[in-house]
């Protein structure tokens, strides 16, 4: 039996396959530390879970509306009003399956074979994958590490060409941590009106911004009157702690929202319905709980950045948001260490994992060579504990 040759264009999810490398030595007793994994390590509150009990015990648990309840879809419009300051109606949302769905249904919904669609490097490993996944083509442009990952414009021009659809941007951003400035954004809006573009906004880590405040990409577009067509897709999964629970929503043009959803309605009909009623509680309820994680957060990139500017031959810059940092370990590229050359960040994550049993996430597989991501969501204990495990490891190359 041949397999479609779809599935030979992508890459599998090589952050997955480091959980779940991390799950299996776990599993056998081994002394792990893991740094890949990309969610929360806290519970989800208390007030959303218990409206998920209470969903269960008043029997919301058939089909939904096809792009999520109306209620939901309402909570989800006075969020975005509330807090980032962009007004839709009910009808310019789609609840999904996680963001991830989100991305990948405006992916199929928004482009061609013969488009091409701007991706950030370093990206989200999914990014260029749900790209190639409509049978377009990724166009990788370069960003600038010295300045919080922005786009490097001088590349991006020398890239343009007709072919280009579309955009992908992320900010707060996996796998950096970095924020873009609004003058960044405001220029690569400008330029999307410019040639036609559309703008896919991945805004899941909004809430997680530790240095300054974050304005959305539609609300920048607004405030300076560019008209470009931006699609922002969010979640619940980082700010909320609801990573299983599989809820995240997408605002835009009803034209583009329109035909995301009927993608959705062939793929997966609606998204979970008590995930769904927990996330009105989580929207319009108590947001207490998100300061609280993001305080802790705060301290722990504080802790870690520390650390590992400590760690021989390693710069870490401060990352402003999301829970990654993206330390630079270049000075180890090409060192020989029990008679193996370090090629590639690949090579020193392996080394690292086989020499002091801690996970990280080769920045490789991000487009950025000589860079880790590190996630700093776990305890303080374990960032000490994991550090000192990374520098016994360095010393020894």
């Known amino acids: ?36 994994v990309g969610e929360p390590d806290f519970n989800t509150p208390k007030h959303i879970r218990d409206a998920a009990k209470k969903a269960l015990d008043q029997g919301y648990t058939k089909y939904t509306a096809g792009p999520g309840m109306i209620e939901l879809r309402e909570a989800i419009c006075e969020k975005l009003n509330r807090e980032n300051k962009i007004s839709y109606d009910p009808s310019d ?6 963001e991830k769905q989100s991305l990948y249904n405006a992916c199929q919904a928004i482009f061609n074979p013969s488009d091409s669609v ?6 989200w490993v999914s990014f260029p994958e749900f790209v190639k996944m409509a049978d377009a083509e990724p166009v990788l442009v370069n960003t600038l590490p010295e300045s919080n990952f922005e786009p490097d414009f001088e590349d991006l021009d020398a890239k343009i060409d007709s072919s280009i659809k ?12 970095g924020v873009w400035r609004n003058d960044a954004i405001v220029k690569l809006l400008k330029l999307a ?20 405040a974050f304005t959305s990409a539609e609300k920048l577009n607004q405030t300076h009157d560019i008209g470009a067509t931006v699609l922002t897709c969010m979640s619940l999964s980082k ?7 599989r809820i995240g929503y997408s605002a835009g043009p009803k034209d583009i929202i329109k035909a995301m959803s009927k993608i959705q309605g062939q793929a997966t009909s609606c998204a979970n319905s008590i995930g769904q ?7 319009i309820g108590d947001q207490t709980c998100v300061e609280d994680m993001k305080s802790l957060f705060l301290k722990r990139r504080d802790l870690i950045v520390e650390l590992l500017n400590d760690l021989p031959g390693v710069k870490c810059a401060n990352p402003k948001g999301a829970f990654y940092v993206f330390p630079d370990f270049s000075s180890y590229l090409n060192q020989k260490v029990n008679g193996k050359l370090l090629k590639d960040t690949f090579d020193i994550s392996e080394y690292i994992l086989d020499s002091v049993k801690v996970v990280t996430v080769p920045g490789d597989g991000f487009g950025a060579r000589g860079h880790i991501r590190f996630s700093y969501a776990t305890n303080r204990k374990i960032i000490q504990e994991g550090m000192n495990r990374v520098k016994k490891a360095l010393e020894m190359i």
């Open 1 to 36: 039996m041949s397999i479609a040759e779809r599935v030979n264009k992508i890459n599998p999810s090589f952050t997955l396959q480091m959980a779940t490398k991390a799950a299996e030595m776990r599993s056998k007793g081994i002394d792990v530390i893991n740094f890949s």
């Open 93 to 98: 949302i789609l609840v999904s399956n996680g």
């Open 118 to 123: 701007i991706v950030f490097s370093p990206y």
């Open 166 to 177: 579309g955009v992908i941007i992320n900010s707060p951003s996996n796998p950096t941590g």
């Open 193 to 212: 009106k410019k040639h036609g573009w559309v703008v896919i906004s991945d805004e899941c880590y909004e809430r997680l911004v530790y240095d300054g």
């Open 239 to 245: 700010t909320y702690a609801m990573t299983g629970w």
């Open 277 to 283: 009623k927990a996330s009105i509680e989580a929207l």
